[in-house]
């Protein structure tokens, strides 16, 4: 039974987006237990597949539906010099392996100098295989990321690899649901990014565990695909299991004519279907939060994770300010980062800036980044890596001309790849050293081991590149 026929039968009031797209692919409910989810969509990097690979050939059984599984390598690639020999023998071995794995059993792959590689997460939307109402699901933790389209996306362990790859199906407990409303409007600079990171800040990093969260109201109607996707990228950083957005004619937009989209008479119906998918007016969430939009500031982080967050003109709480059970770990963290509470960051001088990664590596990121350098100079205390999330964003970087400005400023466009989100790559960046990165997580050693992470947006991370500190664009 199809994904609309099974939205048809079950078109009862009162339900929310999640509840939608959740029924229509439960293939059967384990009394007290999990459930047998049905899954469309699966990603698969080099850094998560190769035991479940392994564990069907020990089963001596294949993929199921090979169809709707897509592998890229992305983790372990470095972002310079991709046409020559991966040095690094363990991600030489890696990517290797995924690529004899897409091969052994029948997948689509996109390797190095693919015109189509690039982070799994990046270029699932920008092909068109990341649709509304489906359910995606991939062995990497962004996989929220594709929520913005109106899916269930989430991360699943090396196990549950093996599980979808042999049965397209996949063993989960139903999460609790959430609505986040944004109401008003953003100030002027401020983006998604920095509506994500002063959410995490109000809710903690575990504000949202055990739900999905649906993000809603003025201000998330009022951003554009590639802002939704940074929003929904960071949902697991506050503890959901992900984080989904209705789709209206901006999503819509943003998929027609995408190479793998519906096409002509499958376009008008998926259309039809796509439309119904939005919360009734009836629904009831678990859980319901409004926060108002002109309040948020451009963030930075001053921490070891997510939730430590403020904005940038403001100041590191002092001790009496945290919990008595967070004061350790909250010294702890400072003392890694080499801040004191109560201490002001903005004019703080930095050593790196990265532009990349799932969460802003997008054509629109650069176009943000590059807005901001035109006329400028990188300043010369700063290292800048600026990675585009995919070959197609690389390509149209340089069909803009963003790639003249951005040399004419003294800036060097690398090839796509994760790079210095995580220290699984040559891009690490060194001891003690500060980097101000438009990623995901600013953990201890995330970015290299001593590296100290600043968390922030495009605009942010333009400023820092252009004055070497830590700057209000």
């Given amino acids: 039974m199809s994904t609309i026929e099974n939205i048809s039968q079950n078109n009862q009031k009162g339900r929310t987006l999640f509840d939608k797209v959740w029924d229509a692919h439960v293939v059967a409910t384990v009394e007290d237990g999990p459930t047998q989810l049905y899954i469309d969509r699966h990603l698969c990097h080099e850094v998560t597949s190769p035991q479940a690979f392994a564990g069907l050939r020990e089963r001596g059984i294949k993929v199921f539906r090979p169809n709707q599984t897509i592998l890229t390598a992305d983790h372990n690639i470095p972002t310079m010099g991709q046409d020559k020999p991966i040095r690094d023998e363990v991600s030489r071995f890696q990517v290797d392996t995924l690529a004899r794995n897409a091969k052994d059993f029948g997948l689509t792959y996109y390797g190095l100098k693919n015109t189509k590689n690039g982070i799994v997460h990046v270029i699932g939307p920008e092909n068109g295989y990341t649709q509304p109402g489906m359910t995606i699901v991939c062995g990497d933790s962004h996989t929220s990321t594709h929520g913005a389209f109106g899916a269930i996306a989430f991360g699943i362990g090396t196990s549950e690899v093996e599980m979808v790859l042999s049965s397209q199906c996949v063993l ?3 999460p609790k649901t959430m609505r986040i409303n944004f109401e008003g409007k953003l100030n002027e600079g401020v983006s998604s990014k920095d509506m994500a990171l002063y959410m995490i800040w109000k809710l903690t990093m575990g504000g949202a565990t055990g739900y999905f969260v649906e993000y809603a109201g003025e201000a998330i109607r009022n951003l554009s695909m590639e802002e939704r996707m940074t929003l929904c990228n960071l949902s697991i950083e506050m503890g959901a299991r992900g984080g989904l957005i ?4 901006t999503t819509f937009n943003y998929l027609k004519d995408r190479e793998f989209a519906p096409k002509g008479e499958k376009w008008d119906e998926a259309l039809a279907y796509w439309k119904t998918l939005k919360s009734d007016d009836e629904a009831a969430f678990d859980k319901e939060i409004t926060f108002d939009a002109s309040e948020i500031k451009q963030m930075i982080t001053y921490g070891t994770n997510p939730g430590m ?3 940038i003109d403001d100041t590191i709480p002092t001790l009496e300010e945290i919990e008595p059970s967070g004061k350790i770990s909250f010294e702890k963290s400072l003392n890694y980062m080499g801040f004191k509470a109560g201490e002001k960051l903005e004019g703080k001088s930095i050593d790196y800036v990265f532009l990349g990664s799932c969460t802003n590596g997008r054509i629109e990121d650069f176009r943000i980044f590059t807005n901001y350098i035109k006329g400028k100079k ?3 205390n700063v290292t ?3 990675v585009p999330g995919s070959w197609q964003v690389r ?6 001309g963003l790639d003249k400005v951005l040399e004419d400023a003294g800036f060097e466009l690398r090839e796509p790849g994760c790079s210095a989100c995580l220290a699984m790559n040559d891009d690490k960046v060194p001891a003690g050293m500060y980097a101000v990165s438009t990623s995901n997580r600013n953990f201890e ?6 590296a100290r992470t600043i968390l922030a947006s495009p605009l942010v991370a333009a400023a820092a590149a252009v004055n070497g500190k830590i700057t209000i664009p």
């Fill in 172 to 174: 989960q407990t139903r």
């Fill in 246 to 249: 209705a789709p209206d004619d």
């Fill in 309 to 311: 967050g403020m904005p």
């Fill in 378 to 380: 990188k300043a010369n």
């Fill in 384 to 386: 800048a890596w600026l």
């Fill in 395 to 400: 390509k149209q970087i340089k069909e803009e």
């Fill in 445 to 450: 050693g995330r970015q290299g081991q001593g």
